[in-house]
């Protein structure tokens, strides 16, 4: 009896610090003129190997953005969305123990990540406490936003009870989706709940006696929106960027129809052919991770390079708006050589700085890290300049000097 007692006094205790560190979080998130967000860059074995000059033998999972949206309409993304107060309910935490007996020992061994630097992102303080008090870490959260939204948004349900296989073969593609397990109304049906309240995925995965398959998501990048336009801000996220390599094709894949209009498996080089014939609209992370992609042609070297750089870290990338000598407007990114010290990210206005150089000085110079901002695709694409060595391990964007090699000889 007393341990049952014992047992209702810390639940209850747990969930009114939970409660109250919540809506602490709540008020500083308020203070900051962006969301939270998580995305997924999902990679699946491929039919067969396209033949460009940069083929691979995997996919990429992109949905387009309805006419109607108020970010990016009719942009080509990857499966993502806005941090929900559910993804980082205390239930979370029993789910998992109950799955896996050993998580909370585990959590800071296998998902935090410590940079030397002091450049980790404020997304990620290493709460070595936070588990112990009832409140899952930022590490957890976003990987539980991020297969949430994918399963809002294309029916792809990346779930597991097979802890131990993660954690013995890390490097390997291992993760599946388990929509299979369920026939496509009662996927519809659970799709349209969790749509309609996040909480729904806790009681989707008690009932599947699964969890959210956090192993095998890793840590990709981040993306802050800046502001986009001169006269107004505009929608801002922080959005941190998982990668996943998937043992198998899934067998369901539907795009929601509220958020998304379509959803297509397509290979880096093809998507980046598709902008580049202005057949579909790729915005700057679509643009510069795709062309990171590019470094991969196999999906296992694709696994291989996400498990080794796991636990190296990332920097928060904000592009900053600058204006050429020859009044071309260019985006600078960390590591770039006039890239801020200490960019204003809190910053409500955009205000150009202008360079001393002409924009044809600035690609023949090097420590540069910069793309043209808007444009032609072709232009902007063969454009891309990165000349430095990346932070953490990070591959940089394969930058194509000749557009030909994507086959657009009647584009040059």
């Avoid at 309805?66 to 969305?81: D, E, L, Q, R």
């Avoid at 980046?272 to 609209?281: G, H, K, P, S």
């Avoid at 694409?381 to 000889?409: F, M, R, W």
Wanted: glycine share 4%; net charge neutral; proline share 6%.
């Amino acid at each position: 009896m007393y341990v049952l007692y014992y047992r209702y006094a810390m639940r209850h205790i747990w969930r009114r610090f939970h409660s109250m560190r919540a809506q602490s979080n709540a008020s500083r998130a308020d203070s900051r003129p962006w969301k939270d967000a998580a995305s997924l860059i999902i990679a699946t074995p491929a039919d067969k190997t396209n033949s460009t000059k940069y083929p691979s033998d995997y996919n990429i999972l992109f949905l387009k953005r309805i006419a109607k949206s108020s970010f990016f309409p009719n942009a080509y993304v990857y499966p993502g969305g806005a941090l929900d107060p559910a993804d980082k309910h205390y239930r979370w935490i029993e789910i998992f123990q109950n799955i896996d007996p050993q998580f909370c020992d585990n959590v800071e061994k296998e998902f935090f990540v410590y940079q030397k630097d002091g450049k980790r992102s404020p997304l990620f303080p290493g709460d070595r406490d936070a588990l112990s008090q009832g409140v899952l870490p930022n590490e957890i959260v976003f990987r539980i936003c991020a297969i949430r939204e994918t399963f809002e948004e294309s029916g792809l349900l990346l779930l597991t009870n097979d802890v131990q296989s993660r954690r013995l073969k890390p490097n390997s593609v291992h993760a599946s989706s388990v929509s299979h397990l369920l026939t496509s109304d009662i996927i519809e049906k659970w799709r349209n709940k969790v749509h309609n309240d996040a909480n729904e995925f806790i009681n989707l995965c008690i009932e599947l006696n699964k969890v959210p398959d956090i192993w095998s998501l890793k840590e990709w990048s981040e993306w802050l929106t800046p502001i986009l336009s001169k006269k107004k801000a505009g929608k801002r996220y922080d959005t941190v960027f998982y990668s996943c390599c998937l043992q198998e094709k899934p067998q369901y894949l539907a795009h929601d129809k509220v958020e998304m209009s379509e959803s297509i498996w397509i290979s880096p080089a093809e998507i980046l052919r598709r902008y580049l014939t202005e057949d579909i609209f790729l915005a700057p992370p679509q643009i510069l991770e795709t062309l990171k992609l590019l470094n991969f042609s196999t999906i296992e070297s694709l696994a291989d390079y996400m498990t080794k750089r796991a636990m190296k870290g990332m920097r928060r990338l904000m592009p900053h708006f600058t204006l050429t000598k020859d009044g071309q407007i260019i985006e600078l990114f960390p590591g770039d050589k006039q890239y801020p010290e200490d960019p204003d990210e809190l910053i409500r206005e955009r205000d150009l700085t202008t360079l001393d150089q002409t924009f044809e000085e600035i690609l023949n110079s090097k420590n540069r890290f910069c793309l043209p901002a808007g444009g032609d695709p072709v232009d902007r694409l063969a454009s891309v300049l990165c000349n430095v060595e990346l932070d953490y391990d990070q591959v940089g964007p394969v930058t194509i000097k000749d557009i030909a090699d994507l086959g657009l000889n009647s584009k040059l």
